[in-house]
T-cell receptor
Framework: DTEVTQTPKHLVMGMTNKKSLKCEQH?????MYWYKQKAKKPPELMFV???????INESVPSRFSPECPNSSLLNLHLHALQPEDSALYLC???????????????FGPGTRLTVT | AQSVAQPEDQVNVAEGNPLTVKCTYS??????LFWYVQYPNRGLQFLLK????DNLVKGSYGFEAEFNKSQTSFHLKKPSALVSDSALYFC???????????????WGLGTSLAVNP
């Protein structure tokens, strides 16, 4: 099973709402990632969890709050977002072997977020 | 500066013809290079990677890529294109050291491939 699942597929939220994005993988991967992607652009790294601990925060605004409840699950909590936060949010995972830099990442299908 | 360049925004090729999507890189040390593909309204899919060893790397869906150290290139190729190969292709390289000895993945801007029937 090389699948990363994400829910919901689409999300429309107002600027005062609180919502969460969910990601799940059952490949035994120990690194999980959140990316933001604008149309026809490369993905922008937001957060990296390694062995359920936050290892990288790419200076993301605090209105985005990640959470890794266990090795298979990754959440992204959203609060007071701005219209410019509208994008495709991608979750990914990777094995994290002896040299984690060799590992490819497996991506979910993404959540299309629209902030109104 | 460490970077990845995909010099062509768009590549058009006729079905059945060979295709090449170009990628050049600039990185300190030994490069770890990756190709990903993104079909419309989908997430990215891993195609292949070069870590070490044979310069010709074979990947998914009949794609291959050739690592050329002297030209600092990692071009993606396929002998016979299919209409279903039409997608957005990203080259990426492991670059600068980040937290925890991770080397940050640096992405190219992407090349849109259109295969015409």
């Amino acid at each position: 099973d090389t699948e990363v699942t994400q829910t919901p597929k689409h999300l429309v939220m107002g600027m005062t709402n609180k919502k969460s994005l969910k990601c799940e993988q059952h490949m035994g991967h120990r690194a999980m990632y959140w990316y933001k992607q604008k149309a026809k652009k490369p993905p922008e790294l937001m957060f990296v969890y390694s062995y359920e601990k936050l290892s990288i925060n790419e200076s993301v605004p605090s209105r985005f709050s990640p959470e890794c409840p266990n090795s298979s699950l990754l959440n992204l909590h959203l609060h007071a977002l701005q219209p410019e936060d509208s994008a495709l949010y991608l979750c990914a995972s990777s094995l994290t072997g002896q040299d984690r830099n060799r590992d490819e990442q497996y991506f979910g299908p993404g959540t299309r977020l629209t902030v109104t | 500066a460490q970077s990845v360049a995909q010099p062509e925004d768009q590549v058009n090729v006729a079905e059945g013809n060979p295709l090449t999507v170009k990628c050049t890189y600039s990185v300190s040390g030994n490069p770890y290079l990756f190709w990903y593909v993104q079909y419309p309204n989908r997430g990215l899919q891993f195609l292949l990677k070069y870590i070490t060893g044979d310069n010709l790397v074979k990947g998914s869906y009949g794609f291959e890529a050739e690592f050329n150290k002297s030209q600092t290139s990692f071009h993606l190729k396929k002998p016979s294109a299919l209409v279903s190969d039409s997608a957005l292709y990203f080259c990426a390289v492991r670059g600068v050291i980040n937290a925890g000895n991770n080397r940050k993945l640096i992405w190219g801007l992407g090349t849109s491939l259109a295969v015409n029937p």
